[in-house]
C-alpha cells in the first residue's frame, strides 16, 4: 500500500522560498505511469492542483503558479519536493502531496495527510 507523508516548515515568512518534501512508502515513484502532484486548499477554499512530476521525470505545472514553482525529486529517497517562491499571505494553506493517475485530477486516493503551511511574518 502506497504512502505518502508531506514533511517541512508550517511557518514561513513573505517572500520567502516555501520548500516541502513527499516521503513515498510502498511504492517508487519511477513507476509507470503515475504522477506525484502536488495540491493545496487555502483556509474557506476548494482544492488547487499546483503541480506534478511524472515517473519519466517530466514536470508539470499550473499555469497560474508555473513562474514560481519548481518539482524535483531524489529517487534514492523516493522523495519529491516542492519550492514555491515569493510567498504572501495567499498562499497560506495545507499542503498535499498526492499520486495521481491523471495530473489534475484531484481524484481522492493516495493522498499525504497533508501540512499545514502559514505564511506570516
Known amino acids: 500500500q502506497v504512502q505518502l507523508q508531506e514533511s517541512g516548515p508550517g511557518l514561513v515568512k513573505p517572500s520567502q522560498t516555501l520548500s516541502l518534501t513527499c516521503t513515498v512508502s510502498?511504492?517508487?515513484?519511477?513507476?509507470?505511469?503515475?504522477?506525484w502532484s502536488w495540491i493545496r486548499q487555502p483556509p474557506g477554499k476548494g482544492l488547487e492542483w499546483m503541480g506534478a512530476i511524472a515517473y519519466s521525470g517530466s514536470t508539470y505545472y499550473s499555469p497560474s503558479l508555473r513562474s514560481r514553482t519548481s518539482i524535483s525529486r531524489d529517487t534514492t529517497k523516493n522523495q519529491f519536493t516542492l519550492q514555491l517562491s515569493s510567498v504572501t499571505p495567499e498562499d497560506t494553506a495545507v499542503y498535499y502531496c498526492?499520486?495521481?493517475?491523471?495530473?489534475?485530477?484531484?481524484?481522492?486516493?493516495?493522498w499525504g495527510q497533508g501540512t499545514q503551511v502559514t505564511v506570516s511574518s
Open positions: 510502498g511504492g517508487s515513484i519511477t513507476t509507470n505511469y503515475y504522477y
Open positions: 498526492a499520486r495521481e493517475e491523471v495530473p489534475g485530477s484531484l481524484k481522492r486516493g493516495h
